[in-house]
Every structure is written in structure tokens, then in C-alpha cells.
């Protein structure tokens, strides 16, 4: 069984000890394609007293956004003292469309992961593609464990509006049982709103984190809204929580039992801006100390 020697178990246990040294939740928000420049979503990050932020490469064929090739070596210098300066951890969404099933995509999710090492991100994230089953998407993720466990890094695997908690569930348990020392540095990234579109669960995110199997260790979230009608990335606190917070609480709740230290990106880039202080502010009253 691949990983399954002593020596891959203590690489495991190293690499869970050095990722786990700062147990805490930290909120922070993303990159845009939609901001005015590159650096504006981080530079408010910064100003506001946000604990953690998300580099997020994606360039639209109109142009607008930006890929890891438009950040050059001083920029990315830049970004890592900043965020070691204001104690902010840092991870990488990879290109959503990133999928580790097709044959053409390793060179670019290398290119990522260089990326995230050169800003010093504690973790990296991509979606969860199940169209081929979980054994396929594992035997497709193992060859680039190696990689991010040399650099230290974190993977979150992401749930998105066409996977299930079944879905999630059986990707973990495979990778489980095919590679147990990846456990230490693969985790999952619960998508708030994804979980709100699971045609399994709509408009019932609640019952997606219940029906996810314990042994599932989230160690990565991204909140936004909708109504269980589109993928509308609202602002926390000003859709269907905007009336009823019960939701969010219960959300909370439920992945603080679960045992959740780790980063909450909210993904949007709003206007005005300062909804995102307002939302963070709110969710910190929420979670409490």
C-alpha cells in the first residue's frame, strides 16, 4: 500500500505537527478579476486588520483578472513580508477550471504551486471534479502529494455546486486507503454556497456538513450566499442571513465541532468594499473566542 511504511507515517506526523503549529480561526478575503488593480483586495486585507487572504489567478478572456506569470519575483517578495509583517495566513485558489483528471494539466498546477511557495501560502485549493468517480481523482491528485509536502504545504480539496457530501466523502475515504500519509496534508475546503447549490441540498447547506462523513477534516472554508438559484457569491449577512442568522450560527456551530482551525475566505470583491469588514466583523461576534 503506497505510503503505508513507518517512515511515510512519521513524515506524516512531522508534516501534521509543523502545519498545526498556529491553531486558530482567521477571516480574510480573495483576490478579484473585478478590482481595479491586482493588489487592491490585498492592500484592504491589509488595512483592516484581515488575518488571512487568497491569491485567486483568474484571467477571463476579456482580459480582466490576472494569472501567476502577471506577479514577477519582486511582487511576490513583496507579498510574502507583507503578510509575515501583518500576521496574515495566506492560501491559493487554483484556477477553478484546474482539473487534475486531464493529461495537460500538471504543468500548470506546478506553476501554482510555485506560485503559492514563492508568497509563502500555507495552503493550496482546488475543486473536486467526481464525473470519473473518487478512485480516479485520487490516483490523479497522488502524483503531486510529493511536491506539496516538500514545500510544507497544505491541499484542500473543494466541494462546488456538482458534488455531493457522498461525493466528498468517497474521495477521502479512497485516498484513505491509497495514500493514508496524505491525510496529514490534504484536508477539505467547505464551500458555503457550493453546499447551498448541491441539488442534494439545496437551500439546506446545513444538512451537506451533516451528512459528511466525521473522519472528513475540513481545514479550509469559503463563505458566500444565494438563494438555491445560482452560484451569486453574496456578501455573508446580506443575503438569505441578512433576515435570518440562525443559519450562519448553525454553520459555525457545526465545523467548530468538528474540530475547524483554519482560514475563512470570503469570496467576493463587493462595493462598497467595507461590506467585507461588516461581514467579518459579524461572523467574528458569531464564532466568539
Request: contains cysteine; glycine residues 8%.
Amino acid at each position: 500500500m503506497p505510503g503505508a511504511d513507518t517512515g511515510s507515517f512519521r513524515h506524516a506526523l512531522r508534516l501534521e505537527l509543523k502545519m498545526g503549529e498556529t491553531c486558530r480561526i482567521r477571516i480574510g478575503n480573495q483576490s478579484a478579476f473585478s478590482a481595479t488593480t491586482l493588489t487592491g483586495p490585498f492592500e484592504f486585507a491589509v488595512a483592516n486588520g484581515f488575518d488571512a487572504f487568497e491569491w485567486f489567478p483568474d484571467k477571463k478572456e476579456s482580459g480582466a483578472g490576472w494569472e501567476e506569470r502577471d506577479i514577477d519575483a519582486k511582487t511576490r517578495k513583496d507579498i510574502k513580508s507583507t503578510a509575515l509583517e501583518h500576521d496574515i495566513r495566506l492560501s491559493v485558489h487554483a484556477p477553478w477550471q484546474l482539473n487534475p483528471l486531464e493529461s495537460d494539466v500538471g504543468e500548470r498546477l506546478l506553476e501554482t504551486l510555485a506560485f503559492a511557495t514563492d508568497i509563502g501560502a500555507a495552503l493550496l485549493n482546488i475543486h473536486l471534479y467526481a464525473d470519473q468517480g473518487a478512485d480516479a481523482y485520487v490516483r490523479a491528485i497522488i502524483p503531486f502529494l510529493r511536491p506539496f509536502a516538500e514545500v510544507g504545504m497544505r491541499l484542500s480539496v473543494e466541494n462546488t455546486p456538482l458534488t455531493g457530501p457522498g461525493d466528498v466523502n468517497a474521495f477521502f475515504g479512497r485516498l484513505r486507503a491509497l495514500e493514508p500519509a496524505a491525510m496529514a496534508q490534504v484536508g477539505m475546503c467547505l464551500d458555503l454556497g457550493h453546499a447551498n447549490l448541491c441539488e442534494e441540498t439545496r437551500n439546506d447547506y446545513l444538512r451537506f456538513v451533516d451528512l459528511l462523513d466525521p473522519a472528513v477534516r475540513v481545514i479550509h472554508l469559503h463563505l458566500h450566499e444565494n438563494y438555491g438559484d445560482r452560484d451569486s457569491h453574496q456578501v455573508l449577512f446580506t443575503g438569505p442571513s441578512k433576515e435570518d442568522v440562525s443559519g450562519i450560527e448553525g454553520f459555525m456551530e457545526r465545523v467548530k465541532e468538528r474540530g475547524f482551525s483554519g482560514s475563512i475566505i470570503l469570496e467576493q470583491w463587493p462595493e462598497p468594499p467595507m461590506l467585507l469588514k461588516e461581514a467579518r466583523n459579524k461572523l467574528r461576534d458569531i464564532i466568539g473566542p
